[in-house]
């Protein structure tokens, strides 16, 4: 790994599909047929759309506002981005939620801790699949989700970037196309909340942030990619 030396700016000219699928038309569908729409997604072709790296997919939801994204041209693509829990109910938005990012990359690629911290779930879940819960500091809580593999344990405390198991297709994804489900959940005085990612990087705001050696623990709480950029 290497300290991510060339950006890509949010552009308008990126089209809002990957390998070859409309994000656009698929979010449609997926609230009512969603098993159907992974299915759709998993059997799409390989040409075409996103790139695998360096890329993300448009927000869909303009309930929280979307965040401007920069993305190292070497990280593995996103191909979800983040939608409130209460989009549905309060916005009244066609838009199911999304509590986190989905990290497009291969079947086996390290699932790495996005901060030091401590294993408090680690279970598999029909839905999300081989699960891994970690508690970090300030009560905060990062969650990986549609694992193959968990290799970290319940009560294992996790450095920054430790490999805590690998990404996969497990859960509802079986006839999907594999990604890593990332969740950032943030306590707040009125509470536990799913928080866009987004909101977390070290760097800043948008500025999704490769875990690196080189790099120094930030004085704040911060979070690195869920995945090696490479
Ligand atoms: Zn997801």
Not at 153 to 170: C, F, M, N, P
Request: glycine share 12%.
């Amino acid at each position: 790994m290497s300290i991510p030396t060339q950006y890509r700016r949010d552009t308008d000219a990126m089209q809002p599909r990957f390998r070859g699928v409309n994000l656009s038309a698929f979010e449609a569908i997926r609230g009512r047929f969603y098993p159907a729409a992974l299915a759709f997604l998993g059997l799409a072709g390989c040409s075409g759309g996103l790139p695998d790296k360096g890329a993300f997919a448009p927000y869909v939801s303009q309930y929280p506002a979307p965040i401007s994204v920069t993305m190292p041209a070497s990280a593995p693509t996103i191909t979800q981005q983040f939608r409130a829990p209460d989009v549905g109910s309060l916005k009244g938005q066609k838009w199911s939620e999304h509590n986190g990012l989905d990290v497009h990359a291969p079947v086996g690629t390290p699932v790495i801790s996005a901060a030091p911290g401590r294993v408090t779930q680690s279970y598999l879940d029909p839905a999300y699949g081989h699960v891994i819960l970690i508690e970090h500091a300030k009560g905060h809580q990062t969650r990986y989700a549609h694992l193959s593999e968990r290799i970290a344990a319940k009560g294992d405390s996790v450095a920054r970037g430790q490999k805590i198991g690998t990404l996969g297709r497990s859960g509802a994804l079986s006839g999907g196309f594999p990604h890593l489900h990332f969740e950032f959940w943030k306590t707040t005085p009125t509470g536990r909340r799913a928080t866009d990612p987004h909101e977390g990087w070290i760097d800043g705001v948008g500025q999704v942030t490769c875990y690196t050696l080189r790099r120094r623990a930030p004085r704040t709480f911060g979070l690195t990619y869920p995945v090696p950029c490479q």
